[in-house]
């Protein structure tokens, strides 16, 4: 229960500077700039594009900056920022296929075309805290090495798919409804362009402890990464005053494709099975946590026995949202002062309860604990 | 009948063209091309630019059904020159004056007497630049390729 209670407003002003002056910390220590956090701290904005739900790197830098480095609360800044927006519409589908890659493994196939690209990556570093890390910085930049033809690198499930060895996704009927989390709450249970969109904006470590938990056998699934990759990709959109797509620009993506333990029918020969990752900037960790619980919610599709949490989508989707989680918890911050009133009272009568029956028991006057003192 | 889809198919590509190179220009090589371009027709704006955001789809596995991924920041813009041609822009970004210098430009790319010019100071400097860059990009990324090579067994090694 909340009551308006009217005061403190000096006080809320004075917690304001003093949030300012921490925020600026040393002013003998030179500001740091948006452009610097977009530049050096780009996974840090890639996370807060991610869960902010909103590609947009300067805004995530300036939030960062605004939060001090606190990236949930720079996810809440974005997430109230998108609101005062209006919405142009939606995107033609982003064509993952077609990815400028910059970085692209399996761990599938050692050699498939394309060719594993390991790109910018902290995979083989030693993990030592090195003092000067622009020090490996290379005097010049990379050149006279022919990178061949910009061709497209085929998806490995493409690969797979040709065999028949991996389940199909389903048919694409792009003039179906897709399901839209912005515009109408979550109800279950969720389809799953519903579970992808909360996924996608969902706490990475919340998605990386369920993922984790499949791992160690709360619903295994025997996932490999059978493609990880990472670049740009060119996004598109059709208004409908123009009738054609237009470009708009190019956005970064992290896609992770799992292959999965089998499934087979009385109709279907067994074949792998799939769970899919999708995320703004950067951010391996959280596509792979992401297509390990894409894989696990789709259980009961797959008609497999729900047994763990990863496989709850109620649970799972319900508690995805690091923005409402921290709302909801942090709420605990404000006055309670008549709630806390209202268990005062009842935990004093408990109490007063409580010495009357002990009173009683001390008089040897309570029947019920009467057969017991007459054992002693 | 063909001659005429093929001409409007082509004016598409044309302007498709050039629409994807304003989406990849600075602020600064939008301005300069626009202000080189010397004396312009008059030109209303039919909309002002306006930022707002676009919801970004992906596809369920890379190529099954849409889903909705996140949105992101938008800005579009359209003016109208006196004889009823209309450019428009949508840039990614939250970019106003960009957006406004994008769409004159998409409205005088319609014009046989400005394309030439267009091309020469928009198109062909911003195409170069960002296929150089990208040559890079590619170089540094081919650069981390991985040549697997089978190490000698240890019992087919001589004794």
Known sequence: MYVAV??????????????AKERRGDPAVPEISSAQISEQLSLGVDRVMSEGSLYDRELAALAIKQ???DLIEAIFLVRAYRTTLPRFGYSQPLDTSNMAVRRRISATFKDLPGGQILGPTFDYTHRLIDPSPSAALPSEP?????PGPADPIPHVATLLRSDGLIEANADHDDSKPVGDLTREPLSFPASRDLRLQSLARGDEGFLLALGYSTQRGYARTHPFVGELRMGEVDVEIAPEELGFAVPLGRITLTECEMVNQFKGTAEHPPEFTRGYGLIFGQSERKA????????SLRARELGEELKAPSQDEEFVLSHADNVQATGFVEHLKLPHYVDFQAELILLRQLRREHTEAMAQKDAGTSPAIEPKAAAE | MTGAADQMANEVAQRTTLLRICSEATDLELANALQALGDLPAMTEIRP???????????MGGDGPPFNLGEATVTRAAVRLGTGVTGMSYLLGRRPEAARTAARIDALGQLSAYRPLIDELLVQ???NRLSSERLIERAEAASTKVDFFTLVRGEDQPP
């Open chain 1, 6 to 19: 009217k005061g403190g407003e000096k006080a809320i002003a004075a917690a304001h500077e003093l949030l």
């Open chain 1, 67 to 69: 939060a001090r480095g």
């Open chain 1, 142 to 146: 990379v050149t006279g090495l022919d």
């Open chain 1, 288 to 295: 792979m946590a992401m297509a390990l619980v894409d894989r």
């Open chain 2, 49 to 59: 630019p306006e930022v707002g955001l676009t919801m970004l789809r992906g596809r």
């Open chain 2, 125 to 127: 400097p911003v195409g």
